[in-house]
């Protein structure tokens, strides 16, 4: 059992968790279909603005896009759970990819319609397949070893942090080459190809997670978050961390252009990226013997301290160097927030538990920089860095919830949170 000692030691490299059968194959297939969500929604928004001439329909459009994507993702995971990826995800993917790819034609020329553009936008974001909380579930499966989960979880999060770095980078060329619609076809195609190799993948199983004998012939018992206070308890801190990040990204805008620096936000947000992903792979390298309430906790504080820190920035240089140390402690925050969910969920939950994280922190991420932009005009940014900080900070020094366990199944499990309603 873990002691609420937090002193590291070495652990084997992340070479070790590639090499579990399959893990390579299974990990390069999600990536594959990831990639689309780092290439899909930039291509999609450029691609409404050309056809439309309008900034206002392009965020309208992106809106109704991420909400239901966002919001639906707990649904879709539930039809994982109760299916199993090589029934359920296909279906998902497929219907994701042909709606972009006719977004993609018709955005193809000038003068779409923003009424159809926002109907076609809702529906490709409802039927957004969680590649993601997929990933994360056949992790728990291939490597039962909890110490090797944590820093294929950590893996993990690296690998999707930089994805969302790259997949920018690849927009720019293919708009500069072909066109933004172009950029939405090509990650219709990267989901529909990345989403069969993982089915096909022998890590996938046939049937439910619990590969039970009837597996996806009823639906499994719904997860209640209020009924799981480890899960429940890392939602809320993952939303604010979520919070916190969303606002960091149009301060940054706000305060480099203060600094007449505007240019130079690239610089500061690419530090951050590159720092999260330094810190996730140191995080996943160490032995940590605290117990994943308290690491939770103390790595969102330590990431709500640095963004309130980075108010008080008096140059770019400071403003790229606190917002580094912020960096740090965001996968690591992440990957906490992903153990504490597969520890609280059974297998016929898993997906679902870890896909309440993951929409936990986007909602977070949409809600802060929306809140931020209300404040940004009538306060001192300074004062807009603390209070976009003071959520994960309150809620890291409240919350205090124990290290999850594993639930119980059968009876014993519903009674302790699991609801067939």
Request: proline share 7%; hydrophobic share 55%.
């Amino acid at each position: 059992m873990s002691t609420p000692s937090s002193a590291p030691s070495r652990a084997p490299s992340y070479a070790t968790v590639l090499r579990v059968p399959h893990a390579a194959r299974t990990f390069g297939a999600a990536l594959l279909g990831r990639l689309s969500y780092g290439i899909a929604p930039l291509s999609l928004l450029l691609a409404v603005k050309d056809t439309t001439g309008s900034y206002s329909a392009a965020g309208g459009v992106m809106a109704l896009f991420g909400a239901a994507s966002v919001f639906l993702s707990p649904a879709r995971a539930g039809l994982i759970d109760r299916y199993g990826p090589r029934r359920a995800l296909p279906p998902m993917a497929g219907l994701y990819a042909a709606v972009l790819a006719v977004l993609a034609l018709v955005t193809w020329r000038p003068g779409a319609p923003p009424l159809v553009l926002g109907a076609l936008a809702t529906a490709a974001g409802a039927c957004t397949p969680p590649l993601g909380p997929v990933m994360r579930t056949l992790w728990s499966s291939l490597v039962p070893d909890r110490e090797l989960l944590r820093r294929a979880y950590s893996l993990d999060g690296v690998a999707e942090e930089l994805l969302y770095v790259t997949g920018p980078l690849l927009v720019g060329v293919v708009v500069t080459v072909t066109g933004p619609a172009a950029g939405v076809l090509a990650g219709a195609a990267l989901v529909a190809v990345g989403a069969g190799a993982l089915v096909s993948s022998p890590a996938v199983p046939r049937g439910k997670a619990d590969g039970g004998p009837h597996a996806g012939a009823s639906p499994a018992p719904s997860l209640r978050l209020r009924a799981v206070p480890a899960l429940r308890h890392a939602v809320l801190v993952t939303a604010t961390v979520g919070l916190c990040l969303g606002a960091l990204d149009l301060l940054v805008v706000a305060l480099t252009g203060e600094f007449h620096r505007a240019p130079a936000v690239s610089w500061v947000l690419a530090a951050l990226s590159a720092t999260s992903a330094v810190g996730g792979l140191a995080y996943g390298a160490l032995r940590w013997r605290a117990p994943l309430g308290a690491r939770l906790r103390a790595t969102a504080a330590g990431l709500g301290a640095a963004v309130a820190a980075a108010g008080l920035a008096g140059n770019l240089y400071v403003l790229i160097a606190v917002v580094a140390v912020a960096g740090l402690f965001v996968a690591p925050a992440l990957t906490t927030a992903y153990l504490i969910a597969d520890e609280s969920a059974d297998a016929a939950r898993r997906t679902r538990a870890g896909a309440w994280v993951n929409t936990a922190f986007n909602a977070g991420s949409s809600g802060g920089t929306a809140a931020v932009g209300l404040l940004v005009d009538r306060l001192p940014l300074a004062l807009c860095f603390a209070v976009s900080a003071a959520p994960v900070l309150l809620c890291a020094a409240m919350v205090r919830g124990t290290g999850a366990r594993r639930p119980r199944t059968g009876a014993a499990g519903a009674a302790e949170g699991v609801s067939g309603a």
